[in-house]
């Protein structure tokens, strides 16, 4: 299968390593990854901020360079700028562009998928052959959560990782409080919430937090490396590309 990756702006500018593990692990998996110059951001902060109408030409952009017949699917490793492209760039692409570009997001958004639905309902794949050997939990972020329902697909994933001890996350399905700039608009009460996140986490004695949002892992990173708590944040992705290093004498 041709996969086009999509980096995603975070991913890009503060979080490469897992746009990278993405890459490596689709590829392990046997398929043929390619990478479109021409990818910008998918407009979500512009729609989330009230600006629809700025978002045009970042959603027509998405159209055209993924656009491509020859690729088969596109990954992103963020259930943020996913939902973004299934749910959002219709909604711009009818109030502010033409039928042409209506019918573009109609194909285009229906071949992106997030990694985890990517390898579980497309490839049909739950054991990737990742092995990582570390106490971990899993924090289902909101928009993978509630607007593309992967449901458990994260967790089906680690639990094939070798040597992982995935330990539950209280009140997993509690946002940690970030919601793009709903946490600078926000700040007390996205300040509140992270520290329920927080200490949740600290709750299982996990060395790692993993979440399929670079977005989310920032936020509860900062909070956790504000604490000194010494656990760390990780994309699920870089969990699945991890594999186990064998020394030869």
């Known amino acids: 299968m041709r996969v086009a990756l999509f980096a995603t702006c975070i991913g890009d500018t503060m979080f490469p390593d897992a746009v990278k593990a993405t890459a490596l692990l689709l590829t392990r998996l046997g398929h043929d990854v390619v990478f479109p110059s021409g990818q910008t951001c998918c407009g979500q902060m512009h729609v989330n901020t009230g600006y629809q109408p700025g978002a045009l030409p970042l959603v027509a952009n998405y159209a055209d360079t993924f656009g491509d017949a020859s690729i088969d699917a596109v990954v992103a490793p963020s259930g943020s ?3 973004s492209i299934r749910h959002q760039h219709e909604i711009v692409a009818e109030r502010y562009g033409t039928a042409s570009l209506c019918g573009q997001v109609q194909t285009v958004k229906a071949k992106t998928f997030e990694l985890s639905e990517f390898l579980v309902d497309v490839l049909g794949v739950t054991d990737v052959g990742a092995h990582f050997p570390h106490r971990v939990t899993y924090h289902p972020t909101c928009h ?16 094939n990782v070798r040597d992982i001890d995935l330990v539950e996350l209280p009140e997993a399905d509690s946002c940690c409080g970030f919601g793009g700039t709903f946490a600078i608009k926000n700040a007390e009460t996205s300040t509140a919430m992270l520290a329920d996140k927080i200490r949740h986490v600290a709750d299982t004695g996990a060395e790692f937090c993993s979440a399929g949002d670079s977005s989310c892992l920032m936020h509860i990173g900062g909070g956790m490396s504000r604490l000194q708590m010494g656990a760390k944040t990780i994309h699920l992705a870089e969990i699945l590309a991890s594999v186990e290093s064998r020394v030869h004498a």
Request: proline share 5%; charged share 25%.
């Open 81 to 83: 700028c996913v939902g």
């Open 144 to 159: 993978s959560l509630r607007m593309l329902r992967v449901g458990d697909k994260p967790l089906q994933l680690l639990r």
